[in-house]
């Protein structure tokens, strides 16, 4: 995993490569091992490297020559067939100087264009620049795991013109750009936060390359085109052949992605997700490290609830005696959850889940500082597999906006009166998850249960499961770990995506009961203990310490008595302070379902104050 940045300039020759080395530096934690760089007279590649594959060869930028012209490519990912495709290409006469997927991806690229993106399984970004016709070739994974952000500008007399990085805080090292929010970026803030609409970000003229994109530069042009969506197919299969399928795709997904020249290890909760990673792992990996994470006094603290009605490290437990593996658990301070939350808001770059975030760097600090580069995680099944209330409870899956967050209220409240016309967060919000669902398309237009499943289904990839990979891959990146999830391969998610809604809720001849994640249970049922294929989904463990709140509401306070705080030009001041005073006690609603109640509300608003200061930002509304 690395990082990697680059520039056109169109206005003037680039004669040093000041500019490049800034943008970076500033990417040195995701590739802690290399920083290398690649100028001409109009563009320029950086790349750091985290080496995992092929690691005395594999330096980037890579330059390789094809048919007389050189191209240079920057890469960020891990490609899980590497050996397949290496040994086609040699069936065809092409060469290699290295092991690394690097080189595959530039000669994949040679022999197949822009159709190489459909041989590729993996999670992957990278730009190839190709010095005869001076274009840019980028493109970023089908499900968007690894990231690549970009800022354009027609104006040829600009400094720079397209420039590209797979963080916005190399962007923004760029001379000719600020950081603006603007009323869009509000919106995708405060209507939408800590998700966004795909594409965009929060900051003004800085946007992403969608999952399942790629782009060109050419001739101060650039165009975006889609090349992988999910699509709507007949399910012919009965249910013994879609677990049996199911079975071998998982298993077959988490040994491609097992492959690594250095140690790896795996993230263990306890849940049915990561115990059957952890299980096909230990068959495959001598000696494995297990890593699970919990707080300081929630041995004492923990109070269940509709969401999490059972503590993780009872699981864990049973996984780690029934798998033999050498387990480590992560006990994080509260004192220190709070410290990190401008550490987690640096890492993404944007406001986020707050202390669901900085727990997660935490986490990822201390697999690093164990001595691992890369670990497994059973991030993406939930989304797939429906593992969440809201693709089954009706008033969830009836409600007209985002499921996981019924909170149009509280975000309408959060708002400062005269900031926006009146409905026009709403109707925004609204606006962006009708966009989206205009790419689902349907089988049997009657069914509407199916046809509803389908449509949060996708909305959920989108959105959902786009803000926990953000979150996965800035928090282990900052800490120069590499973290893979074999839920997210690409044939697990068109697989799993059509078959029908009742199959994989277990639900039998029009029965009301439902069983989540019922098609993974059952086909992993004979490989775990029978405690943790049938335990009830439990997110990803929160803090339940008195102490972590009254930090928060310290902070808050104080913000709010700070006449030059910067959110008070965009936040209603009243309506939080009356949240404080009543310590949440008048909310009705979540920000982001469960993952985000009362404390997390307070987080989030303290993280936008932060991110407004620390990145200087000009609101421009």
Request: with cysteine.
């Amino acid at each position: 995993m690395c990082g990697f940045c680059g520039y056109v300039n169109t206005s003037k020759n680039i004669e040093d490569d000041i500019v490049i080395k800034e943008m970076s530096s500033t990417l040195k934690k995701r590739g802690p091992n290399a920083l290398n760089i690649f100028v001409n007279k109009k563009t320029a590649f950086g790349h750091t490297r985290l080496s995992i594959i092929d690691v005395k060869y594999g330096t980037q930028p890579m330059t390789k020559e094809y048919n007389g012209v050189n191209y240079i490519i920057v890469y960020n990912g891990e490609l899980y067939n590497t050996n397949e495709l290496r040994n086609n290409l040699l069936s065809k006469g092409y060469s290699f100087s290295t092991k690394c997927d690097t080189e595959v991806v530039l000669t994949s690229y040679f022999e197949y264009g822009i159709d190489a993106l459909n041989y590729l399984n993996g999670i992957f970004a990278f730009a190839i620049y190709n010095d005869k016709d001076e274009s840019i070739f980028l493109a970023r994974d089908r499900l968007g795991i690894k990231p690549l952000f970009y800022s354009f500008n027609t104006d040829l007399n600009a400094e720079l013109n397209f420039i590209f990085a797979s963080e916005i805080k190399a962007i923004l090292k760029s001379p000719n750009i600020q950081a603006i929010l603007d009323k869009q970026g509000l919106m995708e803030l405060i209507g939408l936060g800590p998700a966004h609409s795909p594409g965009n970000t929060y900051f003004k003229n800085i946007n992403e390359i969608k999952p399942g994109h790629f782009a060109i530069y050419k001739n101060n042009k650039l165009e975006i085109k889609k090349y992988w969506d999910l699509e709507t197919k007949l399910s012919y299969e009965n249910e013994k052949q879609v677990i049996t399928n199911i079975y071998d795709l998982v298993v077959d997904a988490t040994k491609r992605q097992l492959v690594s020249d250095v140690g790896i290890c795996s993230m263990l909760s306890g849940g049915l997700d990561s115990s059957v990673l952890s299980k096909i792992a230990k068959d495959n990996v001598k000696d494995l490290t297990t890593f699970s994470v919990d707080y300081v006094g929630n041995d004492k603290d923990f109070k269940a609830n509709d969401y999490q009605l059972t503590k993780d490290s009872d699981y864990v437990k049973i996984m780690q005696k029934f798998l033999d593996t050498n387990h480590k658990t992560v006990l994080i301070d509260n004192v220190k959850l709070f410290d990190l939350l401008n550490s987690s808001l640096i890492a993404r770059d944007m406001p986020g889940m707050a202390d669901i975030d900085s727990s997660m760097y935490a986490f990822c600090n201390k697999i690093n500082k164990a001595g691992f580069k890369v670990c497994l995680s059973g991030e993406c099944s939930d989304e797939i597999f429906g593992g969440y209330p809201w693709f089954y409870k009706e008033h969830l899956s009836m409600h007209n906006g985002f499921p996981w967050a019924l909170s149009e209220n509280l975000r309408d409240n959060l708002v400062k009166k005269g900031v926006l016309k009146e409905n026009e967060l709403r109707e925004y919000v609204d606006f962006k998850r009708k966009e989206t669902l205009k790419n689902v398309t349907f089988i049997d237009k009657d069914d509407d249960f199916e046809n509803r499943f389908r449509s949060i289904n996708y909305l959920t990839i989108k959105y959902f499961m786009m803000c926990l990979v953000e979150r996965t891959d800035r928090m282990s990146m900052a800490n120069s770990l590499e973290v893979r999830v074999p839920f997210a391969d690409h044939r697990i998610f068109e697989y799993v995506y059509n078959i029908p809604a009742r199959l994989k809720l277990g639900i039998k001849n029009n029965s009301s009961t439902v069983t989540e994640k019922y098609l993974l249970r059952k086909a992993f049922e004979k490989e775990l203990p029978q405690d943790v294929v049938y335990r009830k989904k439990s997110p990803y463990p929160k803090t339940y310490d008195p102490k972590y709140l009254k930090l928060v509401e310290i902070k808050m306070q104080n913000i709010l008595d700070n006449k030059d705080s910067k959110i008070l030009k965009i936040i209603n001041k009243d309506y939080v302070q009356n949240m404080l005073k009543n310590h949440g006690a008048n909310l009705s609603e979540n920000l982001f379902g469960q993952l985000m109640t009362y404390p997390q509300t307070l987080a989030y608003l303290i993280q936008i104050e932060n991110w407004l200061n620390i990145y200087n930002i000009e609101i421009e509304i």
